[in-house]
């Protein structure tokens, strides 16, 4: 197969089983699509297989891309939410034909090939155009993207629906809501499949029906639904009953329209076999074609032709039997009450401003005051008013003075000469006046509508757009009475098969010409005959007909079917009663003509073409309502509208005229068909008339239709537009394929695996024969869509990235010079200012010790505070620490040795704020020893860091005897002390103890001498490093031991000590060189001192003791 990648393959596997598995559904419930029918050519095979599709319920059928579809005439619940969801994004033949399905093609199509695309529905009345246009626009309001804003454009394209069906449809024979205008809408939609906005075209309303219907028809649905529907206040102020018989437009009263036509009556039985397609051989059944048969007490019955002679069975169309007079015909299947109420919130939602609507409804309650308005001749034959309500309601709801509106109705202006002069009609007159006035304003009207309708749904952003555009025109339609209306409806019709016939089966097989396919041609009824027949210039149907209204003197409906009788006399399809041979006669009246359509003859009867067609409004009356209060019919009669006096053109040329633009806009489209059809005449479910569906089948073209389906290729495209979508499938023709586009195509199909008979190579198109190649190659192009698109994706991706990149880096490299330059400049600036501060700085040291002035104030500060700062830090910890403080600088000589002598004062204090009690006598001891031998005795300084203690010998280390024998004195303090004897001086260990009176010397046990306090004469000590003192002792007694010389390691405490206990302050001498002392009384020894290099004491030569002592170092050095 293809070279497709495998999940593509599969998908394609899938296709082909789903198709396979419909194929197997095919032997049940018929073919999905004609195309693959075997009997292709026959026509009974495409009504069994029609037939059997319906009975199943299943009313859709393709012919390649058209759809047929059946209408059902009951709910099948095949038009839910799941069903959108199943066709949505799927591909045409992958599951069973659906409406859904073709709108969802017609969609994508339209985004990936982003053109302008058509959907024609056609068929006949009743067959379901309206619903089936109703469905697409559901779709699409399900299916296409959503935000709030679209959300809003769809709910108007949606609700435009109720709102122009209530003005436009109304219930005929053949249908209960059937289209009285023609509608072309325009769906547009964005880039993103978005419907952003809408626009309707509007074609001939059937203006008629407001003041006339049909036996067993309608008026047009607002009439009904506002006297059924609206609230009491409004009917009340639209004066108003809610009752539709009150109302003469909306009953038909039975003799009263058609008496005048009185070559309408017929007398005898006539039997429409002309209508040659309705009559089968033998027993036919089409006694349910009800509208021709009519039951015995109907009141028309002198329309002849339309009784039947038997026993006709349908009574059940119920509307076809019309009880009494003066019956409004009653529909069932309509709801007059719930419509109104879903026109009234669409209005609404469509954004009419309140005052329209109101203007609105005044207009349609307008209109059916009008109807009620009877004339009566007054002595001269003259027509007057006598029935003042309706006139009153008139001026009040149209806002135009009564008298105005009476006048208006009741003369007619004429110009004799200079002149302006008004001539009173006669009641015929009065009463045709009037109701042109209703068909006028009501058609005005319906207009305005429109238009305001497309302002609402008008997109205002002028981004480019494809449309979709939706024809839902009025069917094909034979009544039995077919007037000037259905000529131009079924003529419309004609043009609609010529465009289909163009579109599809001329230029299809034209093309295959022109392209040099092999081709057998498949005959086909051009219609075009038809067409020409109506509306050819000067020779036509239409312009026969102009020039009967637009010409002097007295023309006639009789003297146009003269004209018509002379100008197409020989017209294979057109006859009338002169015309016709013997047999054909006997069905025609005189009044008749009748065209062979394509799809059917139709008689129709020429009273009424020429008013209608001339459709004229008498001018004064137009000015008349051009003085209307009532906005919208103030902006329908406007004062700028051209004169009457200048021919406006006929209804028919405008028709004419419109159909051309439409099948303009049409032929810039592309294609797509829904065929309508109706199973039955009686709009019944399950009922399936062959008669009726054949020649539908027939009319419709679709035999046609399928034979070129079948013969032909269901695709074309131009080499360059097949290569431009398709190139990417094939590595040599992508990215650029350097030959021809033929060329191209060739090797890209090649590449492919295109079989030879899947396609064809025309001159400037490949044409391929079944759908599946092309969706097989569409859905390779999907797959390989996203891999260019992931490249592409990645690719640009990059280029972002990079971009943002080197973004990024330019705005790094930015930010990095500005914050380089910014930090450079701080640099500069510290520097600037680190100069000047240092320049300051040098300047302020240089004049330092000058006077304060402004080069050294600064400076000073600097210093003062630098110092002051320093100091802080390192301040003396002690009271003693005399070396520790800062060298001020000169200018803080004084303040340091303030801050000095107050820093000590404050470690003073708080040295003696922290000192115990305790602590505090023994410095006070400490200070007596100070008083006594600060600055005298060398080793005194040694000494002062030694602190003094109660006593230097343990109560213990006293000898008990010693002890016991001092007793009663009190110990006070003793110490260890070596005296020298006083003639040899030995030394020897002895104890010193002091008691409250004296100091004795204690060996052992034994008291050596003792010294009374009183005796104590004094104490010598040598100024040098010894720990020598000498007592010196009061003697009196030769006996008396004479002074002591002794030797104590706690020289200065034993001193103090004694001062204090012997209470004697100054008796210690603090002697230089030698000390003199008695060694008995009388007897006198020295003790020398020196200082020497070492501590000796030895006796001197001289006899006296030498006490050598080592120089001590300095305080400072000792505190070290
Ligand atoms: N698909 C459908 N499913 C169910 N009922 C349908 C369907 N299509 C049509 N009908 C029924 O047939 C009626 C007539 O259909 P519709 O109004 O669409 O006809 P039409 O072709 O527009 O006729 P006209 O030319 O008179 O406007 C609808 O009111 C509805 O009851
Ligand atoms: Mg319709």
């Not at 705005?811 to 300051?840: F, L, P, Y």
């Not at 004697?1064 to 002697?1071: P, R, S």
């Amino acid at each position: 197969m293809y070279m497709f990648s495998k999940s593509l393959e599969e998908r394609c596997n899938r296709i082909l089983r789903d198709m396979e598995g419909s194929l197997t559904a095919r032997d049940r419930v018929g073919i999905q699509d004609f195309v693959l029918l075997d009997a292709y050519t026959s026509e009974s095979a495409v009504l069994d297989n029609l037939r059997k599709r319906f009975n199943e319920n299943l009313i859709y059928t393709y012919i390649g891309t058209l759809l047929v579809s059946v209408n059902p005439y009951k709910e099948l619940g095949i038009y839910t939410k799941k069903q959108m969801d199943i066709y949505m994004g799927v591909n045409f033949f992958e599951l069973p034909p659906h409406i859904y399905a073709l709108a969802d093609n017609v969609y994508r199509t339209m985004l990936t090939e982003t053109n302008n695309h058509f959907i024609l529905i056609s068929g006949e009345s009743g067959a379901g155009k309206t619903e089936a246009s109703k469905k697409i626009l559901q779709f699409y309001a399900v299916s296409c993207p959503s935000t709030k804003l679209l959300d809003n454009v769809r709910d108007r394209l949606l609700l435009s629906n109720p709102v122009l069906e209530a003005f436009g449809n109304a219930k005929t024979l053949k249908n209960d809501n059937s289209s009285r205008f023609g509608k072309y809408m325009d769906i547009q939609f964005d880039h993103m499949g978005g419907a952003v906005g809408g626009h309707i075209l509007s074609y001939l309303l059937e203006k008629s029906r407001v003041v006339h219907q049909n036996h067993g028809e309608r008026s047009f649905h607002i009439f009904y639904q506002l006297v059924e529907g609206g609230e009491e206040d409004l009917l009340r102020w639209l004066g108003l009953e809610r009752n539709c018989q009150r109302y003469s437009y909306l009953v038909q009263v039975g003799e009263v329209t058609y008496q005048r036509y009185s070559y309408l009556v017929q007398v005898g039985e006539v039997t429409y076999q002309h209508y040659s397609y309705l009559v089968q051989v033998g027993e036919v059944t089409y006694q349910h074609y009800s509208y021709l048969v009519q039951v015995g007490e109907v009141t028309y019955q002198h329309y002849s032709y339309l009784v039947q002679v038997g026993e006709v069975t349908y009574q059940h169309y119920s509307y076809l039997v019309q009880v009494g007079e003066g019956e409004c015909a009653k529909v069932s299947s309509v709801n007059d009450k719930s419509d109104w109420k879903t026109v009234r919130k669409a209005l609404s939602i469509i954004e009419f401003s309140e005052s329209n609507i109101e203007s609105l409804f005044a207009i349609i309650a307008s209109v059916l005051h009008l109807g009620n308005v009877t004339f009566v001749a007054d002595s001269q034959g003259y027509a007057t008013l006598n029935n003042s309500p309706e006139i009153h309601w008139l001026s009040k709801l149209l806002g135009i003075p009564a008298q105005v509106i009476q006048v208006g109705l009741t003369h007619r202006k004429i110009e004799a000469r200079s002149e302006e002069l008004l001539s009173p009609f006669t009641v015929d007159q009065a009463v045709y006046a009037k109701d042109a006035l209703a068909k006028a304003i009501y058609g005005r009207t319906f207009t305005w509508l429109v238009n305001e309708l497309n302002e609402s749904l008008a997109n205002k952003d002028s981004s480019r757009k494809t449309v979709i555009g939706l024809l839902d025109i009025y069917g094909f339609e034979v009544f039995s009475v077919n007037s000037f209306e259905q000529f131009c409806i079924n003529y419309c019709n004609e043009k609609l098969q010529q465009l289909f016939i163009q579109l599809t089966l001329k230029s299809e097989q034209e093309e295959y010409e022109m392209e040099g396919i092999e081709w057998e041609s498949v005959p086909y009824f051009n219609n075009k005959i038809i067409c020409d027949l109506v509306e050819e210039k000067f020779k036509g149907i239409i312009s026969v007909l102009d020039e009967e209204c637009l010409r002097p003197g007295e023309a006639t409906d009789m003297t146009f079917l003269e004209k018509l009788e002379e100008k197409m006399g020989g017209h294979p399809h057109f006859v009338t009663h002169k015309l016709a041979d013997q047999k054909t006669r006997k069905t025609l009246e005189r009044g008749d003509f009748r065209l062979l359509h394509y799809a059917g003859e139709v008689t129709y009867c020429v009273v009424g073409f020429l008013d209608k067609n001339n459709d004229l409004l008498y001018r004064n009356i137009k000015e008349v309502m051009r003085q209307s209060k009532n906005a919208i019919v103030k902006h329908c009669f406007p004062s700028t509208e051209p004169d009457s006096k200048k021919r406006p053109e006929t209804v028919a040329t405008q028709f004419k005229s419109s159909l051309v633009g439409l099948t303009e806009i049409l032929m810039s489209k592309e294609p797509w068909y829904v065929r309508c059809m109706k199973p039955n005449e009686g709009k019944q479910p399950g009922l399936f008339d062959d008669v009726l569906v054949r020649h539908q089948v027939k009319y419709l073209g679709l035999m046609e239709h399928l034979r070129v389906r079948r013969a032909g290729f269901a695709y074309r495209r131009r080499y360059e537009i097949f290569l431009q979508r398709y190139k990417p499938l094939c590595p040599d023709t992508w990215p650029n394929w350097k030959g021809t586009a033929a060329e191209g195509v060739q090797c890209l199909i090649k590449h492919l695996g295109y079989k030879p008979d899947e396609y064809k190579m025309g001159r400037t198109k490949i044409f391929i024969r079944h759908p599946r190649t092309l969706f097989a190659t569409e859905d390779a192009f999907e797959v390989c869509k996203h891999e260019l698109a992931t490249r592409i994706q990645a690719k640009y991706k990059g280029y972002r990235v990079k971009g943002d990149y080197m973004r990024q880096r330019q705005a790094a490299t930015k930010i990095e010079t500005c914050w380089r330059g910014m930090k450079a400049r701080r640099e500069r600036d510290k520097r600037a200012w680190a100069v000047k501060v240092i320049k300051r700085f040098i300047k302020g040291f240089m004049t330092r010790n000058q006077p304060a002035c402004v080069d050294n104030t600064e400076y000073l500060a600097f210093v003062r505070q630098n110092y002051l700062t320093r100091l802080k830090e390192n301040l003396p910890k002690t009271v003693l620490d005399k070396n520790t403080w800062l060298t001020p600088p000169p200018i803080m000589q004084e303040a340091s040795q303030m801050l000095r002598k107050l820093y000590t004062r404050h470690m003073v204090r708080r040295y003696v704020q922290g000192i115990m009690t305790e602590r505090k006598a023994q410095l006070q001891i400490k200070g007596l020893t100070s008083s006594i031998f600060k600055g005298t005795k060398e080793n005194y300084p040694h000494s002062v860091g030694i602190p003094f203690v109660d006593t230097r010998i343990r109560e213990e280390d006293i000898h008990i005897k010693v002890y016991q024998m001092i007793r009663q004195e009190r110990i006070k303090y003793s110490v260890p002390v070596v005296k020298y004897d006083r003639n040899g001086f030995r030394p020897r260990f002895r104890q010193l103890i002091y008691t409250g009176s004296a100091a004795y010397l204690v060996e052992e046990a034994k008291i050596k001498q003792r010294v009374e306090f009183n005796n104590l004469k004094g104490v010598s000590v040598s100024t040098l490093s010894d720990n020598f003192l000498i007592l010196h002792v009061q003697c009196e007694d030769i006996k008396q031991k004479g002074d002591l010389v002794l030797q104590c390691d706690y020289l200065f405490e034993a001193l103090t000590k004694l001062c204090l206990v012997a209470n004697k302050h100054n008796f210690i001498k603090v002697v230089q060189g030698s000390v003199k002392f008695d060694i008995q009384p009388g007897r006198e020894g020295f003790v020398d001192f020196k200082s020497g290099q070492e501590t000796m004491i030895y006796r001197a030569k001289n006899g006296h003791l030498m006490v050598e002592s080592t120089r001590t170092k300095s305080r400072a050095m000792i505190q070290n």
